[in-house]
């Protein structure tokens, strides 16, 4: 796909198609509504570096991006802006979904960036997630052996991860920023070198039969499981190469950034800026 705005109202990608952004170019495909346009994922695709949005519906009832059956799918390196559900309902099994940004995505308490439902063995990594409502990942009902992965979250007025049912490991992923809401109730989970960031609500973890090893606490509570690291703002800017208030820039500055219209979004230079100093912190993290 070639730089400019496209109107879509929903797009499919069919098995086995390959679709990838022209590099150094910013294809934005939107609705004819000005919204995000509705999408499906084929079996055994790959989409790279195509961004997807549009303004915010009001409510839940945002356009959903969805995974047809079979998985193997590999979502690379796009961005997604003003959904409402995201990737909603489930995102199937074998899926790789990794190196994508959402930005003001989710709605309300119960809504999304991500949320795996009846999949498995699917990867989920590197993602930065800022701003919006909603969960912005949430894994609940039957997920199976997933990998969530070096993913930044913040900035959220909810919650940034919910693990409701396990099985799962959960490694190396930055939950940044205030939330209201975060349940992990997961069993059978392997908890390993996650930060819990200095505004975030203490963690608790209320169920049993999962292995805590080398979470980072930032935020003041009493550290638990193996390994655990408490860190300051001196210890953050030395392991993440950025300081707190680097990290919060981006944040706002991004969360601004995709309150604009969609042309002003397209041509908006800066914006690959603000992505990286986040891109950083994760690249910082994601080796520990």
Known sequence: MLDGIYTQDTMTVPSGVNVQAVAGSRPVVIHSDGSPPGLQFGAGCSVTGVWFGGTKFADENGRIIN??????????????????????????????????????????????????????NTEISEGIHVGGAGYKIHLYNNPEGLTIRANFMGGSTVSDMAIQQGNDTIANNILWGEVVASYWNAENCIFSKNIFGPDRAYFT????????????????????????????????????????????????????????????????????????????????????
């Open 67 to 120: 995974f047809l059956s079979g998985g193997g799918a590999t979502v690379d390196g796009c961005t997604f802006f003003g959904y409402s559900q995201g990737m909603g309902g489930w995102v199937g099994s074998s899926n790789l979904i990794t190196k994508n940004r959402f930005v003001n995505c989710g709605y309300d308490g119960l809504w999304h960036d991500i949320y795996c439902s009846n999949s498995g």
């Open 205 to 288: 973890d209320v169920s049993s039969n999962n292995t805590a090893d080398g979470n980072v606490f930032c935020n003041g509570q009493t550290p638990f499981g193996t390994n655990p690291q408490t860190w300051d703002a001196a210890a953050i800017a030395t392991n993440l190469g950025k300081t707190k208030s680097e990290i919060d820039m981006a944040i706002s500055t991004l969360i601004a950034a995709f309150s604009q219209t969609v042309q002003q979004i397209h041509d908006d230079a800066m914006i690959e800026t603000h992505f990286a100093t986040l891109k950083a912190v994760i690249d910082a993290w994601k080796l520990q």
